[in-house]
């Protein structure tokens, strides 16, 4: 992605010819000759920094706007960024493309959506640092944005998430304490407002507008309460009945909601967290059969991974491109999300006890050829 440059020729000529005014004209108004300005708007030479207040005033536009200066980068353009840097992780050294990061975030260092979406590609790629000193340095980064983004944002939900973000970095940090004060006292509420909206535009006759407002809260909902879920499982491993009551509530939530389709990202996790349950409570020929479910769904025709709707949450597509930041995208590059996919079984010290089992084995196996895909 091309960088914004300086562009105040182009745009010197643009509000000269805007407003119909000679080169003659302005420069008698500004003091310089006539050369001075064709200069200007070839941009072989730039005005003397003190005549810029002069010329915005001129064409009554700001000095940003006159030197092409644009401080936010657009949804769109973070967007084409962001997906360019997943990328350069998945095929450049880890050190450049992080030193790109940090130029583009010192660049828009006013812009706190840019600078959020840098934090999160710094925490979904810190695992490729090469140490354990650098993958902290990286999340150290990361938390410096999330924490400038939440104080100087002025989008309320923009600035909800970097708060989470920014705690998401300090329990990945081992700084429990510093979460709890961060987080403490939750507001934990029990209200909504999808279902007032929804009514209002119902009362106003806007119906198809009801009901995605409705099928967001749903979704939003739904991926609330399996993440609560699997974090509450994962909690439950000293409880055999608890666990398994847990798994059994998930599961059929799952199912039910058909998030294999939907969003199979969100069923990964848990298929994991399960197996790892199962392991730990003695049952490895669940946590096998676990791991088998997990394989196929990892193993299907799932990609490109991307967040959609379905038959039934059909009106969401168009809420997850113009309301989200990355539209339709996850977070890292597909080459990225299949290695850790690999890694979620191959490096889980919870299932070494498996090694020598041939099921295990060729759950490796096939989770390796899909890597290599």
Not at 354 to 362: H, K, M, S
Request: some cysteine; aromatic content about 8%.
């Amino acid at each position: 992605m091309k960088e914004k440059e300086i562009n105040l020729g182009p745009i010197l000529v643009e509000n000269r010819h805007k407003r119909g005014i000679t080169q003659d004209e302005l420069a008698e108004y500004m003091g310089v000759s006539k050369a001075a300005v064709s200069k200007w708007e070839t941009q072989s030479t730039y005005p003397d920094i003190t005549l810029l207040p002069g010329l915005a005033t001129f064409f009554n536009i700001s000095i940003d706007e006159l030197m092409g200066y644009q401080p936010q980068m657009t949804k769109s353009d973070i967007r084409k960024l962001y997906r360019q840097l997943c990328m350069d992780f998945s095929t450049k050294p880890f050190d450049e493309v992080m030193e790109h990061c940090r130029q583009m975030a010192k660049k828009y260092f006013s812009c706190p959506p840019l600078l959020f979406q840098i934090g999160v590609l710094f925490v979904n790629h810190s695992t490729l640092a090469n140490s354990r000193e650098k993958t902290t340095d990286v999340l150290e980064e990361a938390l410096g944005y999330f924490i400038r983004v939440k104080d100087e944002s002025d989008d309320i939900e923009l600035a909800k998430q970097a708060l989470n973000m920014e705690a998401l970095c300090l329990l990945t940090l081992g700084r429990a304490n510093e979460v709890l004060d961060l987080l403490e006292p939750a507001e934990l509420s029990l209200t909504s407002v999808e279902p007032l909206l929804a009514s209002a535009y119902h009362m106003s006759g806007q119906i198809e507008q009801s009901k995605r407002v409705l099928q967001i809260g749903v979704y939003q909902s739904i991926v609330n309460l399996l993440n609560l879920l699997l974090s509450y499982m994962g909690l439950c491993c000293d409880d055999a009945k608890t666990f398994e009551e847990t798994y059994r509530r998930t599961y059929t939530i799952a199912e039910a909601f058909q998030i294999e389709d939907l969003h199979p990202g969100l069923l990964m996790p848990f298929f994991i967290s399960a197996a790892q349950g199962f392991m730990i409570l003695g049952d490895e020929e669940k946590a096998l059969d676990l791991l088998e479910q997990y394989v196929n769904l990892v193993t299907r025709d799932i990609y490109p991974l991307h967040l959609h709707g379905d038959s039934y949450f059909n009106l969401l597509d168009d809420w997850f491109e113009t309301t989200l930041t990355l539209g339709s995208d996850l977070p890292r590059d597909e080459t990225i999300i299949r290695k850790s996919m690999t890694e979620a079984v191959v490096k889980n010290p919870t299932f070494a006890p498996l090694a020598d089992n041939t099921q295990f084995q060729r759950i490796k196996q096939r989770l390796k050829a899909n890597e290599e895909v």
